[in-house]
């Protein structure tokens, strides 16, 4: 029985948006308001990213005075460099800069002001990728990431365009080690909250432990559903989990073995159908069509 780590480091799981703008850019709810909007609705912690550019004073938004005894914050930022492959504005989500993170000088690209967040303590994740047409070469190039953002809700709902697992299974079939992170990205303009969060497994509710924690992988995503734990027993991986009507493990390529039920909550599913894939990835869906997505795993880092 090999536990996957994110499901058994110490501590318990807090549910997070790691990704959300305000008035200090370019969103209609006020700092203040939007942690309340998140504290109400039983979030343990969220980082309110704002775009980290000229035009908004490059904002690292201090929303330390909204925290309490039982909800958090981490400070970060959306930060944009020139420029994709498609020669449009990086956006780069930050979490755990520095208040005084210096602003991005006019030469700085995008892969070099992904390094330097990386290198200041930050969890980096490269924003929306299908939302504005990413290629598998501009992932690579942002070789600081430590996720792909797999589910943003804003781009969902304003442009059909919210999955990022695409990209991300791109990237793990050339062997890049990466996790993945589902957020909201909540402008508050339209129906784009409390739609994508991450569940981090910490020690306690403190933001140091939360961004060790996320670096770490030591998480999972969500739209709504649990996941509770995922080990490997021999050539199978024993998932259990909130009430699914699927549940699958997702490798390499076309490689997948899945079950279905009505009201499903533990599967054993063997591993031998991912034909050799190194790494997996478990997703489940409810009745209601809300997706849980944990980390991708690799096995020869659980064997060891
Ligand atoms: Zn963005
Ligand atoms: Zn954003």
């Known amino acids: 029985m090999t536990p996957l780590p994110a499901f058994n480091a110490p501590g318990r799981f807090y549910k997070g948006n790691l990704h959300t703008h305000s008035t200090a850019s370019d969103a209609v709810r006020s700092p203040a308001d939007v942690c309340a909007t998140y504290r109400d609705a039983g979030y343990d912690f969220l980082a309110l990213t704002d775009h980290f550019q000229a035009r908004y004073n490059f904002p690292i938004t201090d929303t330390r005075p909204f925290r309490t005894n039982s909800f958090t914050t981490i400070l970060g930022a959306e930060v944009h460099a020139p420029k994709t492959s498609l020669g449009e504005i990086w956006h780069i989500l930050s979490v755990g800069l520095p208040p005084d993170f210096a602003p991005t000088p006019p030469e700085e690209t995008g892969p070099q002001l992904a390094a330097r967040c990386a290198a200041a303590g930050a969890f980096v994740a490269i924003a929306h990728p299908a939302w504005y047409g990413l290629t598998i070469e501009d992932g690579e190039a942002i ?41 909201d990205d909540a402008h508050f303009k339209c129906n784009d909250f409390f739609g994508g969060f991450v569940m981090v497994r910490a020690p306690s509710l403190d933001p140091d432990a939360l961004l060790t924690a996320l670096k770490a992988g030591h998480y999972y995503s969500s739209q709504g559903p ?17 009430p699914a009507t699927t549940i699958m493990m997702l490798g390499r390529g076309s490689g997948a073995t899945q079950i279905f039920g009505d009201t499903l909550t533990s ?32 096995f020869d880092a659980l064997n060891h």
């Open 143 to 183: 070789a600081a990431a430590h996720a792909v953002e797999t589910y943003n809700r804003t781009s969902a709902v304003r442009t059909d365009r919210g999955d990022g697992w695409a990209l991300l299974d791109a990237m793990l079939a050339r062997g890049h080690r990466l996790n993945a992170c589902a957020t």
């Open 267 to 298: 599967a054993r599913l063997p591993i031998e159908p991912l034909r050799g894939s190194p790494h997996a990835r478990i997703v489940t869906i409810d009745a209601n069509g809300k997706h849980a997505w944990s980390n991708p795993f690799w």
């Open 226 to 242: 649990e996941l509770h734990s995922i080990h490997q027993d021999g050539d199978h991986i024993a998932i259990t989990c909130s």
